[in-house]
């Protein structure tokens, strides 16, 4: 069953208000679920949002033999005693790319694993050379058969700790082989890391449930390993989604009046607020939230168009650029985008032009957005997660009804995000 929502336009007014609360960061989430495969009792989770990718995460793991049990809102409990194959399911697998983060923890643990090519949003290639080398390094043996990857460690059980440098920082790469050096022999040495919070964030509560790791959020991370890791009750609270925070924060700036984005980490996205300040934006920055205050004085036209390109934390996010396309296609002026890191990350721009909007392709990398224009209500189709949310935007600036299909997509990483929005005034419906 493919959900749609209807979103009736503001026609440009700025009259959203109210409060709107940030939840768990899905990117987060996802990791510490996969780490529970490294600990030889349960793990606990809260703040955990209601997101298709937690819930399919879930079922991968169930697959497996681990337990993942919802009890109150937001909490989980998963433990992995029972853990009794190292096959990810194909067609979960094929779902989300954050399965790949599975094979560190199930290979240190088992001294095997076999996984399909992992799906997800279709943003680029995303390939997947840095696991199969990292592992290789490792002391572990690829084979590639009947459309699965099987990777087993040579002699002996165990992992052997090595020195890894990653030819880009990458997210999942990083967390992987942070997991895979926990239950590995000897010292792993991982260079060239990503380092954004969520890293730190897994490895914070690795470290606090018994792992020795050293450098989590700098680009070069220690891990000596040893056996399976104690939570002995330890419960990991999720911080707060940098990325939801972030969207909140453009669609405020461009059709809110006064709006308050609580429980978030402003320092995490520091980037974006910068910029929005400089565009004009009037905020209010506390130690957990962010205030856009009497806004609807200002037009967005008078809001200055700035470029950007994205880049690796603490640059600007790449999963925030479909959002601030948004905001630069009623800012005044030309702005030059430069997505640097997935390569089908502006195929969205066509759907967004007939909408209104006037973004001239240059290549697979870079746009070029003038504005200011304004958006007429169309049906369009998202092509991932966050351009989901880039469209949600478009809606309620646009005159008239937009209807954005298979809205599964914008499940997979925002709770109810209708219901949530109706509350501070956008008129949305789930049509199912
Ligand atoms: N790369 C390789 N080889 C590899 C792995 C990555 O060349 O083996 C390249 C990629 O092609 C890309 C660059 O490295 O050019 C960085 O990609 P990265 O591996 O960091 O991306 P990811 O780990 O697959 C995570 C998030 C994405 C987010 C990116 C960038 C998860 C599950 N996904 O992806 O989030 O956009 O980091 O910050 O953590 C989303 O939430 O919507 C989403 C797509």
């Known amino acids: 069953m493919k959900d749609k929502f209807v979103i009736q336009g503001l026609s440009g007014r700025k009259t959203l208000s109210g409060k709107i609360k940030v939840n768990g960061a899905k990117n987060a989430i996802l990791k510490v679920m996969a780490s529970s495969v490294l600990f030889e009792d349960g793990i606990e989770m809260k703040n955990i949002p209601d997101i298709e990718d937690v819930k399919r995460l879930s079922e991968l793991l169930g697959k497996m033999g681990v337990v993942v049990s919802k009890k109150n809102k937001g909490i989980y409990s998963i433990d992995a005693k029972k853990i009794k194959y190292c096959e990810l399911d194909r067609e979960i697998s094929e779902r989300i790319r954050a399965s790949i983060v599975l094979t560190g923890p199930i290979l240190s643990r088992f001294g095997e694993v076999s996984f399909p090519v992992p799906g997800g949003c279709v943003i680029g290639a995303r390939p997947i050379d840095f696991f199969v080398e990292g592992f290789e390094k490792m002391g572990a043996e690829m084979e590639f058969k009947n459309d699965r990857y099987y990777i ?20 999942t790469a990083t967390e992987t082989f942070v997991m895979a050096g926990v239950l590995a022999k000897g010292k792993t040495v991982l260079k060239n890391c990503a380092i954004e919070p969520e890293i730190k964030n897994l490895a914070d509560f690795l470290i606090s449930c018994g792992a020795k790791i050293k450098g989590a959020g700098t680009s070069t991370i220690e891990i000596i390993g040893g056996g399976l890791l104690k939570s002995k009750g330890k419960i990991y609270k999720a911080m707060p989604d940098r990325i939801e925070a972030g969207s909140f924060l453009i669609m405020g700036a461009l059709c809110a009046d006064n709006l308050e984005i609580t429980d978030c980490n402003p320092n995490d996205i520091e980037i974006l607020i910068e910029i929005l300040k400089d565009a004009g934006v009037p905020l209010e920055i506390g130690k957990t939230s962010i205030k ?28 925030l650029q479909a959002p601030m396309v948004i905001f630069l296609t009623q800012a005044t002026g030309e702005s030059l985008v430069f997505e640097t890191i997935f390569e089908g990350r502006l195929n969205f721009v066509e759907d967004i032009n007939r909408m209104g909007a006037n973004i001239i392709l240059l290549d697979p990398h870079r746009a070029l957005v003038k504005g200011p224009t304004s958006f007429r209500g169309r049906e369009v189709e998202s092509p991932d ?16 009804e937009s209807i954005i299909d298979n809205v599964y997509l914008i499940d997979r990483g925002y709770e109810r995000i209708e219901e949530r929005l109706q509350k501070i005034g956008v008129k949305i419906e789930r049509i199912s």
């Open 152 to 171: 087993k460690v040579k002699t002996g059980k165990k992992l052997k700790g090595a020195e890894i440098f990653f030819r880009a920082p990458s997210v």
């Open 292 to 319: 856009i205050k009497g806004n609807a004085k200002l037009k967005n036209k008078d809001f200055k168009s700035i470029g950007f390109k994205t880049k690796e934390f603490p640059g600007f996010p790449t999963d």
């Open 385 to 400: 997660l966050r351009a989901g949310l880039a469209f949600i935007i478009a809606g309620i600036l646009a005159k008239g």
